[in-house]
């Protein structure tokens, strides 16, 4: 998001914060609340959980205020703190997550291939949202940062301070892993050239 | 229904899924913004880099900074040896000794009164 109006802009309202006025806190999360609070929900897959990681973000974009590079833009900065937080959250949590193969499994059972079932528009979306729950967390991140942010490559590349051919490595395979695990929900299989995972 | 998925149904598939998965309702911000900001009051605005904090002094008084002057000069004179070392190498040329076999007798009395390091006996 772009502000061009310099008195309300991400800058000056981050000096005001600095001054501890919590008023140039409530701009920006006014501003940037909906984007992280979906960002961390689409990686966590957990309310409570994307609700407490968005709390901590702005926690620290008042906490850190002086240490923030006022001429860089604050997405990235939010997007990364958000990516990091729910990076630690899942990795304590990683048995609690449910395995590909088990996403697999439970998509395959013969119940999911009742006609009611795959008309249903709720259903669909659901075995997306799974399928997308089965990804890798890279891949996760950047599926959820490239379709739900609308960030190009390279702003992607930018926030996770990663070089852009790897965020679109990562992006290939996330949609190939879709497009497989979707396939096989639905229909044969749509295996890419030289897709061997 | 998914049998064959080009690129940009996955992409708005996708696309879709993500933006139906989560909405944010006014009450839900407002509460949340209420937690925070009673969190944030709380909290303390770290210092940005770069700043030391100030250093923790006591004020000294005259007879103090008199003895550990006094001290300081002991120390250098008994530990430093920078001083020692810089006239000696002036000091060089002075003390090259030409001393011949009859003068070994006294080479014991050179050797323990100039520093060794710095003599070049030539036994001619």
Known sequence: MIVNNLENSDAALIDRLRNNQLDALGELFDRYYAQIFRTALAITHDNQVAEDITQDCFLRLHRYAYRIDTSLPLAPWLYRVTVNLSYTWISRHKKRNVSLEAVVDYLMSPARYAPDKMAESAGLQQEVREAIRALSFNQRVVVVLHYLNGLSLEDIAETLDCPVGTIKSRLYYARENLRYKLGNVYGEPQIAHGFTR | ?124
């Not at chain 2, 879709?16 to 925070?36: F, G, H, I, N």
């Not at chain 2, 923790?56 to 430093?80: H, P, V, Y």
């Open chain 2, 1 to 124: 229904m998914l049998m064959d998925l080009r690129d940009n149904q996955l992409d708005e598939l996708i696309a879709y899924t993500l933006d139906m998965e989560s909405t944010v309702t006014p009450a839900q911000k407002r509460l949340a913004w209420e937690k925070l900001q009673s969190r944030a009051s709380q909290q303390v605005i770290l210092a940005p880099y770069g700043i030391a904090p100030e250093p923790c002094r006591r004020e000294r008084t005259g007879l103090q900074w008199g003895l550990l002057k006094l001290l300081a000069n002991i120390r250098s004179f008994l530990m430093d040896e920078t001083r020692f070392h810089r006239a000696a190498e002036t000091r060089e040329a002075l003390y090259t000794l030409k001393l011949n076999r009859t003068f070994m007798g006294s080479e014991q009395a050179m050797m323990s009164f100039f520093p060794t390091a710095y003599i070049h006996l030539s036994m001619a």
